[in-house]
């Protein structure tokens, strides 16, 4: 099911923010796109990362275990092979177009090994804040491979696939109560084309672009143009975004869009324990120490 889509006042671009290479894990080479400084601005989004080689040197180490509390971790492999155990149990693999959406809550421990020697490994890792209430709930996990991803394709040619949240009719494979997250990957065909999406009054919202160039318009028909790896953070004030993938660009452009309503409550971070007081990283710190998490 496809919707005609009509805004009246598309958001502008408030900020452009280049991607910065750094390393995680064992070592693993990516882009920190989405850094610490940017959490209150787009809550409930506290990181992203993109991490994209063909070279194993850069992967091959993985993420070997380590802790997690207050917080969801969403994976989105575009390329590539990782298996995911953790203590509480879960065990998955995560495969290209696919997804592993884990609730850390109350606390666990968790590896993300690449099963592969050679090849491109592509994909995001998303960190989605959890409400007060919510941050000490039971660790969960849930493996979504790439044909449980519903998809959708626009009049103009462009193809969406729907990962959290609603868009052009379709419900996503995740849905969250209190952050009602939107996170859509959108494949342009070549050329000048269209893409609108509504967004909900309040909600923070960002692009990032991964192929191609992609341009923004705002309500006067003026465009900025989101470079290749870049993040462009969307102002409030309107009722969703118009986005035209570049005639200069000399790929298809492809980019992610997520938003989100804030959950507007202090963040606590230290390294992998996001909470909201000093106190309670302490205990996280703490219960790790201890062997205390699931």
Known sequence: MNTVTTLHRPRRVERLVKGQPTSDGAGVKLTRVLTQDLQQRLDPFLMLDNFASDDPKDYGAGFPDHPHRGFETVTYMIDGRMRHRDSAGHEGLLQSGGVQWMTAGRGLVHSEMPEQEEGVMEGFQLWLNLSARDKMCPPWYRDIQSAEIPEFTTAEG?????????????????????TEPLY???H???????????????????????????????????????????????????DGVLLRSAATSPVPTRALLIAGKPLREPIAQYGPFVMNTRDQLVQAVEDFQGGRLA
């Open 188 to 238: 342009f065909p070549p050329g000048q084309t269209l893409f609108r999406q509504e967004l909900a009054a309040g909600h923070n919202a960002f692009l990032y672009v991964y192929r191609g160039l992609l341009e923004v318009l705002d309500e006067d028909g003026r465009s900025t143009v989101v470079p290749l790896r870049s993040m462009a953070l969307l102002g409030n004030d309107g």
């Open 158 to 178: 462009v193809v969406g696939r729907v990962i959290a949240g609603h868009s052009h009719g379709v419900t996503g494979a995740m849905q969250r109560e209190h």
């Open 184 to 186: 859509l990957d959108l």
